[in-house]
């Protein structure tokens, strides 16, 4: 019984203790921080993000789960006191000063739990040694009567107040200021679409960055690739148009060369074209192109694929990739003996798991890992990022390692 009031009553007295001390920080803080927030912006940023602090603290006390917290305050310049004053997130902050107000009697109450039965245990010992010096409810001690009486009600009311008054008090003070503080709906818009907007800044710079990345690759294939077997083609028929009349044999050497390089050239083409939209989605559809390189894979692939319906191209385009991408990276660098894929549609949304029984350790960064398996990750997030969707890797040091993408299709 003691054990269980000590674990319902020390946490509530604590919790307690330290609102009394940052109520009355506040009550001597907020007076003059408000006669500086029209000069020292950061002031008015700070109280905000205390009031989502405090009520984060209530909601885990409570054992609630987390809410969004109160949008940051808005963005001023010195002496912008019109800005200021429109803050809904700094006005919503100012009732923290509601918290000095409570301050006192919950302070009275968490010291009375804490102390009323040490209390009572010194006075009902110590109190013959200096009669009239010690108290007891309220009471001063005179004889073992009175010791007798008084100890052993103040150790009951003190056991009271911990278990009972004082977990009643800090749920009902955390339970206020979380609802004091919880930010309107209005207020909650805003912060969704600020942070909607943060994030599709992010993903939008990720995928140019991409695209830009992806271009250059191309414009290197080109390059060191067809357009040299290009040039080199030229030359030969060059060379065989002039040498035709003096050596044809020679000439018809040339050429069957010029019809290899040609046949090579366009192997090299198709090979990055394929890279930009593999011609196989058009001709099989996802699933078809999904099975084939499932089929290509020289590690044994289970592929499980569900009633995907009507998927935009975009779509289909990123699904194949993290597919033919995740292969790639399972065959180099994973040693699994296993791969299993899902590919389904769930509501609007494409799903698509890639799993190993590899090594695990598969980390996204821009460079490679020590694994080596960094870069073509970072180029699906990005890929993924683009058209809306979300990539989430689980890759523990000895496997498996999971790839688990959403994709919109709306």
Same mark, same amino acid.
């Given at each position: 019984m003691l054990t269980k009031i000590l674990d319902r009553g020390w946490p509530a007295c604590l919790y307690l203790l330290v609102r009394y001390l940052i109520g009355i920080t506040l009550l001597a803080a907020i007076p003059i921080s408000l006669l500086l927030s029209w000069a020292i912006p950061g002031i008015?940023?700070? *109280?905000?993000?205390?009031?989502?602090?405090?009520?984060?603290?209530?909601?885990?006390?409570?054992?609630?789960?987390?809410?969004?917290?109160?949008?940051?305050?808005?963005?001023?310049?010195? !002496?912008?006191?019109?800005t200021l004053v429109r803050d809904r997130s700094f006005r919503r902050s100012l009732r923290l000063l509601l918290m000095a107000l409570v301050a006192i009697p919950e302070l009275i109450i968490a010291i009375t739990a804490i102390f009323a039965v040490p209390a009572a245990l010194v006075g009902m010992v110590l109190w013959e040694l200096a009669p009239g010096q010690f108290? *007891?409810?309220? #009471?001063?001690?005179?004889s073992w009567l009175d010791a007798l009486i008084l100890g052993p009600l103040q150790v009951i009311v003190g056991l009271a107040v911990m278990g009972w008054v004082a977990p009643a008090l800090a749920s009902a003070h955390a339970r206020g200021f979380r609802s004091l503080l919880a930010p309107s709906a209005g207020e909650l818009e805003?912060?969704?679409?600020?942070?909607?907007?943060?994030?599709?800044?992010? /993903?939008?710079? !990720?995928?140019?960055?991409?695209?830009?990345?992806? *271009?250059?690759?191309?414009?290197?294939? #080109?390059?060191?690739?067809?357009?040299?077997?290009?040039? /080199? *083609?030229?030359m030969r028929i060059? +060379?065989?148009?002039?040498?035709?009349?003096?050596?044809?044999?020679?000439?018809?050497?040339?050429?069957?060369?010029?019809?290899?390089?040609?046949?090579?050239?366009?192997?090299?083409?198709? !090979?990055?074209?394929?890279?930009?939209?593999?011609? +196989? #989605?058009?001709?099989?559809?996802?699933? !078809?192109?999904? /099975?084939?390189?499932?089929?290509?894979?020289? +590690?044994?692939?289970?592929?499980?694929?569900?009633d995907l319906g009507a998927v935009p191209a975009a779509v289909e385009a990123a699904a194949y990739f993290v597919v033919a991408e995740s292969l790639t990276n399972i065959t180099k660098h994973s040693a699994a003996g296993h791969v299993d894929v899902l590919l389904e549609r769930r509501g609007s949304e494409l799903y698509l798991a890639v799993t190993d029984d590899g +090594?695990?350790?598969?980390r996204v960064g821009e460079q490679s890992d020590l694994l080596g398996r960094g870069s073509g990750l970072y180029g699906m997030l990005h890929r993924v990022e683009a058209i809306d969707g979300h990539m989430e890797l689980r890759s523990p040091i000895g496997g498996p390692t999971t790839v688990e993408v959403i994709l919109p299709c709306e």
């Open positions: 008015t940023a700070g *109280l905000v993000q205390l009031a989502n602090s405090e009520r984060a603290k209530a909601t885990k006390y409570l054992g609630l789960p987390a809410e969004p917290p109160l949008p940051k305050a808005a963005k001023r310049r010195p !002496g912008d006191v019109v108290s *007891l409810m309220g #009471l001063d001690v005179d805003t912060a969704r679409l600020s942070q909607r907007v943060e994030e599709l800044t992010r /993903s939008r710079a !990720g995928a140019v960055d991409s695209h830009g990345a992806e *271009l250059r690759r191309i414009e290197r294939d #080109l390059h060191d690739g067809t357009q040299a077997q290009l040039v /080199s *083609l030229a060059g +060379i065989a148009k002039q040498t035709m009349a003096e050596d044809p044999e020679k000439a018809a050497k040339l050429l069957d060369d010029a019809r290899d390089g040609a046949e090579q050239a366009m192997t090299e083409l198709r !090979g990055v074209l394929r890279t930009m939209y593999p011609p +196989i #989605l058009a001709d099989r559809g996802l699933t !078809g192109a999904v /099975s084939a390189l499932c089929a290509r894979c020289p +590690i044994p692939v289970e592929l499980r694929v569900g +090594i695990g350790g598969a």
